[in-house]
């Protein structure tokens, strides 16, 4: 790596750094990519590039896996979605099923025993919420 990349990765993570410590306060791309020193649209795709997902992708992934501890914790649904920073009780709602695969109210009512035994830094790793592919429609020609 050159030292032009390490640099650049360097303010990257700085940025992603903003983003694990503040995800519950408003933040946007051209916030973040200030941290970065980079212009907003240079910042979203070397972020993309560097980390496999868009900037705001990873801000909502932390906020969703925040709620689920709080979840977990018993936490309302309405408390973890204004604890975790969003506003709309609906988008949050949406965006957890998208990202975990049910719903936060099904999610809270499940039990989390094997969670609660774990160290936590074992149960961070086995819980982090990771965003499946869409699904891929079928070839209408191959069904035909």
């Known amino acids: 790596m050159t030292p032009d990349e390490l640099a650049t990765l360097a303010d990257l993570r700085r940025a992603r750094d903003l983003i694990d410590r503040e995800y519950a306060r408003p933040l946007d791309v051209p916030t973040m990519a ?10 979203s795709r070397r972020f993309r590039a560097a980390y496999g997902e868009t900037p705001y992708s990873y801000l909502m992934t932390r906020r969703i896996e925040r709620a689920m501890a709080l979840l977990r914790s018993g936490a309302s649904v309405t408390d973890a ?12 709602s949406s965006r957890f099923s998208e990202i975990v695969g049910e719903s936060p ?13 774990m160290p936590p830094c ?3 790793v086995q819980t982090r919420p990771v965003r499946r592919p869409a699904p891929i429609e079928q070839d209408r020609r191959s069904s035909a």
């Open 34 to 43: 200030e941290r970065a020193y980079m212009s907003p649209a240079h910042f």
């Open 81 to 92: 979605c204004m604890e975790v920073g969003c506003t709309s009780l609906g988008s949050f």
């Open 105 to 117: 109210t099904a999610y809270r009512s499940r039990e989390h025993a094997a969670v609660k035994a």
């Open 122 to 124: 074992v149960a961070k």
